[in-house]
């Protein structure tokens, strides 16, 4: 296989971000708050008891899902991504920790449908919306993405569940974002941590 040339790596913005070995090797170099982003979603986590459902939707790599299973190894851990090869590589990370990790391949789509293999007592999602939504997409039309995501979500959640998000402002920010989650039926959405362009936000549905 033909190899690419490295000086895509030194563009601006540019680099390998579909490779997960390269994703996972350059990602806190490139982006140095994603591990206090991690951190702060297990921060803003309530406590996970054994059993506990928990999606990792849009897992990519597996950093979220890892980081909550370190810290609960109690739980029953489903990671959804469309791409076979993270979820490969998500479901050999996430294995050292327990030998129980569920990886479901599926398109994740801003369609209103709930999303694979709930219910779920918990969903989290880190940076995985805005490119579920499209990062292209502006406006209305990512206003009623969101809101049509979420729903999807909510529709995959237990009673009293609860959506974790940690992702980048996006093209409709934080504050519509989480109006969109009120609009897709969740109670107590509220803003955990932001910092620059990320943040960590959620939200339950009712009991």
């Not at 140095?32 to 059993?51: S, W």
């Not at 039309?141 to 049509?148: F, H, P, Q, T, V």
């Not at 995501?149 to 009673?159: E, M, N, W, Y």
Request: aromatic residues 8%.
């Amino acid at each position: 296989m033909k190899t690419p040339s490295w000086r895509k790596g030194l563009l601006g913005k540019g680099g390998f971000w579909q490779n997960g070995y390269w994703y996972d090797l350059h990602v806190e170099r490139r982006i140095p708050l994603i591990l206090p982003m991690l951190e702060e979603i297990l921060a803003a986590l309530p406590p996970l008891g054994p059993g506990v459902s928990v999606c990792d939707v849009g897992c990519g790599t597996g950093n979220a899902g890892f980081a909550v299973m370190s810290a609960y190894p109690g739980i029953r851990l489903t990671m959804l991504d469309q791409d076979e090869d993270l979820l490969t590589l998500a479901q050999a990370k996430v294995s050292e920790i327990s030998e129980g990790p569920l990886a479901i391949q599926a398109i994740i789509a801003a369609d209103g449908d709930p999303i694979p293999g709930g219910p779920y007592d918990v969903v989290v999602a880190s940076l995985a919306l805005q490119e579920i939504v499209g990062v292209d997409v502006e406006g209305a039309e990512a206003e009623s993405r969101y809101e049509l995501l979420f729903q999807g979500i909510f529709d995959a959640l237990s009673p009293g569940g609860h959506l974790i998000v940690a992702d980048g402002a996006g093209t409709i920010g934080l504050y519509r974002q989480m109006k969109a989650m009120e609009r897709a039926g969740f109670m107590d959405v509220d803003c955990a941590w932001r910092q620059n362009e990320l943040f960590v936000c959620g939200g339950r549905t009712p009991e």
